[in-house]
DNA sequence: AAATTCGATATACATAATGTATAGTCAATC
DNA sequence: GATTGACTATACATTATGTATATCGAATTT
């Protein structure tokens, strides 16, 4: 005879929350520690589970991960760049595209160690790569409507790749030392603007707009 | 009684060729293998030595990596910066800076990999850090020299940070996708002009100099 | 009320990696 | 000929991921 299964709202209810649970150990573990000492007993412990929990929920030391990270994005901010994305000045709205990113990049400093991650874990990195890609299709749309007709193909793909590695993590951490989030943001936006300058052809430069300065 | 002592000429010269012969085979599994499979097992096997001679060698996983990253930058072309350090136009020296480090993160793709092994190892990665100070001075003294004297302390660690980013290997990782190291360079060097801008003062706006068009 | 299902636990095991310890091998040097 | 030093052989301790099996206990179904 075939089993009869069933649906508990208890259950699932008790078993969303403990999955909560080991998320927030996991961050927190990875706040405090370098990725090389997260290991999945520690963050059981820390969650008061057992290790065998952590797999029943995720899977994987990788599930686990991914996890931890849709966790921070969607407590991120990155929300918000719907509204960016619809402002009718492209420029301000790639303005304040870095901003919001700048405000993800340093809101939970987990989010460094999971880019520490993608080395070790290589299906991890393009998990991670995959959720980048909504940045780059971001930044593309916008140089799009940014550039001029007579922008070459060349010049849109410089300024896209440009910009996309301007306001990646690294680029992030490596200007954070000795800097606030908001000193950061507004060095990167410059960079940006900067990096635009090609896109509006030979005659326009230096209208100021292509400067570094805030 | 002391025991006698002795340096052996033909003891010392195998050693340092199975050193070498152990630090190829380090590089080429690093090359074929992401960080994460690069084991001492593999490298010894590779070598045609025991995992045991790699300890008594490098004496660890992370003495084997420092050799392998000052190997690199042996034969890394590094050397030329001195040359480019001491050229009249600075800004020619920056330009030359930036395309010895993209022929050196180019060169041995196995250093993509040592980066990665700075997520997983925090000594080695400040190690590498070390190393990276040198680019950071070095610009640091073109900065200084192509600032003209109503530049702010702000406005050169601003060019400074942001030039050592650009150069960075993450960035160049980044840029590669897609591109030469040619064209990497001359992208660099256009976003490297750019970020100069703002250290010549308000009135030197649009000089062209500053634009990102190479 | 009894049977069952599901999340979590307990325990054990396989595998792989780093690192340490000890004894042994063999050619180079004294 | 005795000894030294680089390398080997073998073994062991530790830590981590991942899998397998049996069990417990509470929520749900019949």
Redesign the interface.
């Known amino acids: 005879m075939p089993p009869r299964s069933y649906v508990s709202p208890a259950r699932s209810a008790a078993a969303a929350e403990t999955r909560e649970r080991v998320i927030e150990a996991a961050s927190r573990t990875l706040r405090d520690e ?3 000492r997260f290991s999945l007993d520690t963050v059981a412990k820390a969650a008061g589970v057992t290790r065998l929990t952590v797999y029943n929920q995720f899977g994987s030391r990788r599930g686990l991960l991914e996890a931890v990270f849709d966790e921070i994005a969607r407590h991120g901010g990155l929300h918000q760049l719907a509204d960016a994305m619809t402002m009718a000045d492209p420029r301000a709205a790639l303005d304040r595209m870095v901003e919001i990113f700048c405000g993800f990049w340093s809101r939970d400093s987990a989010v460094g160690r999971l ?8 299906e991890f990195a393009e998990a991670v790569r995959e959720r980048n890609e909504r940045r780059r299709r971001g930044v593309t749309g916008l140089i799009d409507r940014i550039a001029g007709k007579s922008a070459s193909q060349q010049a849109r ?3 896209v ?2 910009i ?2 301007l306001t ?1 993590y ?2 992030f951490a ?2 954070s ?3 606030s989030k908001d000193e950061v943001c507004r ?1 990167v936006q ?2 940006c603007h ?2 635009l ?2 896109l509006l052809g ?1 005659s326009s ?4 707009e ?4 805030g």
């Not at 880019?115 to 290589?122: K, L, Q, V, Y």
């Not at 430069?205 to 100021?208: D, Y």
């Open positions: 370098s990725i090389a880019h520490d991650a993608m080395a070790t874990d290589p793909s410089d300024a790749d440009l996309f590695a990646s690294p680029t490596s200007l030392a000795g800097r060095l410059a960079a900067a990096a300058a090609p030979p430069r230096g209208t100021g292509a400067s570094l300065e």
